[in-house]
Every structure is written in C-alpha cells, then in structure tokens.
C-alpha cells in the first residue's frame, strides 16, 4: 500500500488479556519503529527495527511487551497479561531516509 | 525528565495570520529536528524537519527555525489557514548509533485557526 497500515485500529482487551498489534510499512522501507502515545502526551519511543534485527528495545517499558518483525516486514507489537496503564494509541513508523511516515495508530483500551 | 518542550498547550490564531509555535529542547546531542501534524483520529504527518547545522528551513507555507545557543526551535505558518488546525508535535532525533527514527516528542500544542 502507500502508507504504514496498522490493524486493528481499534482493540478493546479485558485485563489480563494478551493482544497483538499488526504493522505493515511502507513497501522496501528498512527501518520500522513502534511507538506509544498516551492520552494528551506526544508519542514514546518503544522499539526499532533494522530489517528483521531488533536495535532498539530500550522503550519496551515491561517484559509484557514484545516485538518482532521475522522477514524484515511486517511487524507485530504483543502485549501480554494487559494492564490498564497500557491504554494508549500504539504507532507504527517506517523510514528509508531520514523522514518518518507515521501509521493512524492502534487503539488500545484495556478494561 | 521532558527533554523536550512545547509549553503552549494550544494556540488560537485568525486566518491569514502568522501562527507560531514553539519547541524547547535539553539535550544538546539533538542534531536533527522535525514538525509532525496531527489530526483527530489519524497518524502524525510530517510537515517539516531541520538539520543542526542550518538555522532556518523553509517549505512553502511552513518555516522552521532553530537557535542552537538557545537550544530552542519555532514553526511559523503563514497565512493561516482553517485546514491547518490541527495538533502539532515537535519532535528531535539523537541518532546515538541507532537511527534518526528514535524520536524525542513534546506534549503538542493544539492550533486553531479561525476564519
């Protein structure tokens, strides 16, 4: 497609509830970043990928949360035993260049 | 700790007007700097970005400039137009070895322009 497709857009998870978040960047973009965006704050880096290798996890804020992205592709944020502080927006981001094109983001609501 | 800053929550401005928001940052290893849009519901989009090594970055409408000493940056749009209220983030990059994609944002500042 031309942009950064996220699916769902929307997700609402009982707590306790493990849940996957899809991410499908722009075609040949090799660098893929998730991010989280909490209601009223600007986004927090999470994670970032070069190809299939995971760089950068330093924003994963628990073990909960994990990421990967096995042919270099698509990518898949999972979060397991959902909380409720883990309702946000959840955004994927891919790059060639210094520019990053940003996805319309998954909604999490856990409850 | 926000190394980054944007301390006008919202801003409201009349068409045709200059609108200019403003960006604080801390970090002195920040090299590269952008301006995202966002709009209800949807992704941020970028707007405009600058390098550190320039002071001034101008792309139609939109004009970012950057004072390094001051460690400050500022998005001018001008004319305002309706189609521009939105919410605007700044965003800075410190490549540090990974990649200019770990991204640094401020809170946002809600813009509104009124015809």
């Known amino acids: 497609g031309a942009g950064v497709s996220q699916s769902p857009r929307y997700k609402v998870a009982k707590r306790g509830q493990d849940v996957a978040l899809r991410c499908d960047p722009i075609?040949?973009?090799?660098?893929l970043f998730w991010y989280q965006q909490a209601l009223g704050q600007g986004p927090e880096f999470l994670t970032y990928?070069?190809?299939?290798?995971?760089?950068?996890k330093s924003g994963l804020p628990s073990d909960r949360f994990f990421a990967e992205r096995p042919e270099g592709s698509v990518s898949t944020l999972k979060i397991q035993r959902t909380q409720q502080e883990d309702s946000a927006v959840y955004l994927c981001?891919?790059?060639?260049?210094?520019?990053?094109?940003f996805g319309e983001g998954s909604w999490l609501t856990v409850v | 700790d926000q190394q980054v800053k944007q301390n006008s929550p919202s801003l409201s401005v009349q068409e045709g007007r200059i609108s200019i928001l403003n960006c604080d940052y801390t970090?002195?290893?920040?090299?590269?700097f952008l301006w995202y849009k966002k709009y209800p519901a949807e992704g941020p989009t970028f707007l405009i970005s600058?390098?550190?090594?320039?002071d001034k970055n101008e792309d139609g409408r939109f004009t970012v400039f950057l004072n390094k000493s001051a460690k400050h940056l500022s998005l001018h749009i001008v004319p305002s137009q309706p189609g521009d209220s939105a919410v605007y983030f700044c965003?800075?990059?410190?490549?540090?070895?990974?990649?200019?994609?770990?991204?640094?944002f401020g809170q946002g500042t809600i813009l509104t322009v009124h015809p």
């Open positions: 600058i390098s550190s090594i320039k």
């Open positions: 981001a891919s790059s060639l260049g210094n520019t990053i094109y």
């Open positions: 965003a800075a990059s410190d490549p540090g070895g990974t990649s200019y994609g770990k991204l640094t």
């Open positions: 990928f070069q190809n299939e290798a995971q760089l950068d």
């Open positions: 075609s040949g973009h090799v660098s």
């Open positions: 970090n002195s290893m920040f090299d590269y």
